[in-house]
C-alpha cells in the first residue's frame, strides 16, 4: 500500500492503473481470502447478470498472485491461482480497454486482423491455455463505470466470434465478468464493520480510504424532507471537485442536473 499515495504526495501518478492495482490487489495478497479476495470479486457479473462464485469446498490454499504476467497473447494486470480456479484480472481507471473491436464501424477488409487486438478477446484465448489443467476459469474486467461497460464486453465477445468462431461466445458470456471500484470499496467497508482484527481492520481501511479519494463514493447528499435539495447537489459537487474527472463528472451531471443546471423558462436545461 502507498501511504503516500493515500496522504496525497504522490498526484503525478493519479491516473496509473499499474498503481492502483499493486495499491489494491497487492494488498489483498496479505488477507485470508475469505476475509477479501473472496467477498470482493464475488460481486462482479457477466451479461447475464449472473454472480461471479468461487465454489470451494475444502479451505482455502494461500492465493498466488502472478502481476502482469507475460502470457501468449496478452500481459493482464494479475492472475490469481486459488485452489482449482484461474482467474484473470484486467483493471481498468481512467482508460478503456486496448483494441477496442467495432464490427459495425470495422472498414478493413480483413476483418479477422482488425478483431485481434481486441484486449478481452486476448486475455480470454490466454485463459483458456489453463483449461487442460481442470480447473475453473474466469475473466474479471474492472473498471470504473458505475453500470457495466456491455460495449467493451461484446466488443470483446464479437473480436472473439471473428476470430475463432461462435463455438466460443457461450463460454465467454459465461467466463467473463465485470466489476466495478465503486462496488470494490462498499464491500472493503462492509468488511471493515465483521472484521475483529484491528491489523486487518488497518489494511482494509487503508485500501478503503484510497478507493475513496480516487472518488469511487456515491451521492448522499443532505435529505430535506425525504428529498435532496439543490443546495445538496451543489454543495457535494463543489467540495469534492477534485476528486471527479471528467467521466465522473459526466455522470454526476445526468444523475443531478435537474438540481444544479440552469433554468430557462422556469425549467432546468
Known sequence: MTIAEIRGKMKPYESMEDLLTS???????????????IPILEDAINLQGERFTLTIEEEPQTPIFDFWPNLNESIPDVMIKLNRH????EVKYKSGKSGHFNMEEETSVDIIESAKPDQLRREFLDLLDFKNQLVSLSLIYVTAH???PEDDIISGREALIATNGLDFKGLYESKVFWLSWYK????????MTITKDVYKKIILQDVEKLLFNKGFRR???YP?????TPFAAKSYRRRNRKYFNQSMSDVFKNEFSIFYGRKKNGRHK
Open 86 to 89: 484461474i482467474i484473470i484480472i
Open 146 to 148: 458505475r453500470v457495466i
Open 224 to 228: 430535506f424532507n425525504g428529498f435532496v
Open 219 to 221: 451521492f448522499n447528499g
Open 184 to 191: 470494490i470499496r462498499e464491500k472493503i467497508k462492509f468488511l
Open 23 to 37: 495499491d489494491v490487489f497487492g494488498v489483498l495478497r496479505y488477507l485470508p481470502p475469505k476475509e477479501g479476495l
